[in-house]
């Protein structure tokens, strides 16, 4: 859908997680967030009924602050499978039955608004590049999130290739989130020392693979990166999201005012 919106300088992202559905309302031209975030744990079963209620009582507590935007404003949602033409391709750390959903129509429905979704890494790596620690970053930069899965955005001199899955590597038989992602750690009950074995080999296959300019790591655990990234040998520069764990949210609003020409 394509109407015309009135004019807002905020828009509302939401980070649709494994573990946590957050939002924010974000200011367009700093990438800034206005306020508090506000989080509810992701339901269990995380079906899309169960999980569209749980965006718009995020959506209507945010509505209600002072810095909300026009109450016709899109808003951006971010969902961590693939998304294609607004349709979930995956589920890997959501309820299976969202496989082949149309997540764009389920949630203009429950919000009775325009929406933009798209993958949650991918939102966060164009957050990073526009707002964060890839502004300027020629070449190719790998935003990786270490999260409850791990994600991944690719970015060439700032435009995003959608949807390129790097947690799905298989790495020594094994699917590379199920060994190297922040839940896995704790599933595993590793230290600090074990999971920077994991990450190791995890990033080094990667580097191989793309012989990126940056590496930047998002998700939660990006705010532990002391006990882990002196720990890592690249060849490649690697550091922690500027945005940390708002990267998604802030992505979400961007590319919601950006389809919906709110912003450039
Ligand atoms: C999914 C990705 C998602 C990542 C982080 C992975 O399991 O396949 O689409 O971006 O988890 O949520």
Do not use: C
């Not at 994600?151 to 001199?157: E, P, T, V, Y």
């Not at 989130?177 to 922040?182: C, F, L, V, Y």
């Amino acid at each position: 859908m394509s109407k015309k919106h009135s004019s807002s300088s905020t828009v509302i992202g939401i980070d649709i997680g494994g573990t946590g559905i957050k939002g924010g309302i974000i200011e367009l031209s700093t990438g800034n967030m206005l306020g508090e975030r506000y989080r509810i744990p992701t339901p269990s079963p995380s079906s899309p009924h169960a999980v569209a209620r749980v965006v718009k009582e995020i959506v209507d507590e945010l509505m209600t602050r002072p810095d909300a935007p026009a109450h016709d404003a899109p808003v951006g949602i971010t969902f961590p499978a693939i998304i294609s033409h607004g349709v979930a391709l995956s589920a890997a750390n959501v309820d299976k039955s969202w496989i082949d959903a149309d997540v764009d129509s389920i949630f203009t429905k429950e919000l009775g608004r325009d929406v933009q979704v798209m993958n949650d890494a991918d939102a966060a790596g164009m957050a990073e590049a526009r707002y964060g620690a890839g502004q300027g970053v020629k070449g190719t930069v790998l935003l990786i999130t270490l999260g409850t899965g791990i994600g991944s955005a690719f970015i060439h001199d700032g435009i995003l290739v959608p949807n390129v899955e790097l947690g799905h590597l298989e790495i020594d038989g094994f699917d590379a989130e199920s060994r190297a992602s922040a839940s896995a750690r704790e599933r595993d009950d590793l230290d600090w020392d074990e999971y920077a074995v994991r990450l190791q080999r995890y990033f080094s296959h990667v580097e191989f693979l793309f012989s990126p300019e940056l590496f930047i790591i998002g998700g939660g655990i990006s705010k532990r990166s002391e006990d882990y990234l002196p720990k890592l040998k690249l060849r490649t520069k690697i550091i922690t999201a500027q945005l940390k764990n708002n990267a998604g949210i802030v992505g979400g609003a961007l590319q919601a005012a950006v389809h919906f020409k709110l912003t450039k």
